[in-house]
């Protein structure tokens, strides 16, 4: 996309106070997504050539945030890149927010995601916060991300503690529950 034409849309968005996403997959897409203000990268860029730690110093230095979408791209030949681009984006403090391209890919099952996400040298506690509070903060939400009396009561229970286990955990829901009340019951059998 053009320089301008993208610059035009991120001043229209953020003028609306909305949050502008772009899905660049090379260097010249990622260094327009950064000269027009874009606030979150949609997924890593699958094209890295150029992509190095001085751009990614710049994402962050920026407030842009990623969501990796590993999955997209694990039978990729330059996974490995990829996967170094997203630890090295968050190596250097950029936030990290969960996503899949789901609709784009037939596959829903996350495992492949959460492994990928393991092998780029994230721990359970940096995905939590891309599951939890990361999205919060970039979305701008208040008292969001908390567990505390009073406040919204949106709670996913899983099965295992994905501390002690692998980050395929994360997948293995037990109970969703909105406004504190239970919408999906998975309590009757370990999937």
């Known amino acids: 996309m053009p320089l301008d034409v993208a610059r035009a849309g991120v001043s229209a968005a953020h003028a609306k106070h909305q949050l502008v996403f772009a899905h660049p997959s090379n260097l010249e897409g990622v260094r327009v997504a950064l000269d027009s203000g874009v606030d979150v990268l949609a997924h890593a860029p699958d094209t890295v050539e150029g992509v190095d730690d001085a751009l990614l110093a710049d994402l962050v230095a920026h407030h842009m945030s990623m969501i990796p979408t590993l999955k997209l791209f694990s039978e990729d030949s330059a996974i490995l890149r990829i996967r170094a681009i997203v630890g090295k984006f968050h190596q250097l403090g950029g936030a990290l927010i969960f996503g899949t391209d789901t609709g784009f890919v037939k596959d829903y099952d996350l495992t492949e995601e959460y492994r990928e996400l393991a092998l780029a040298g994230l721990s359970f ?67």
């Open 125 to 191: 506690k940096d995905v939590l916060a891309m599951l939890t509070t990361e999205p919060v903060k970039r979305f701008g939400l208040k008292d969001e991300g908390r567990i505390a009396p009073g406040l919204r009561a949106d709670l996913t229970v899983l099965w295992a503690d994905p501390s002690s286990q692998n980050l395929v955990a994360f997948k293995q829901v037990r109970y969703a529950i909105r406004g504190g009340r239970v919408i999906f019951d998975r309590s009757q059998a370990n999937p």
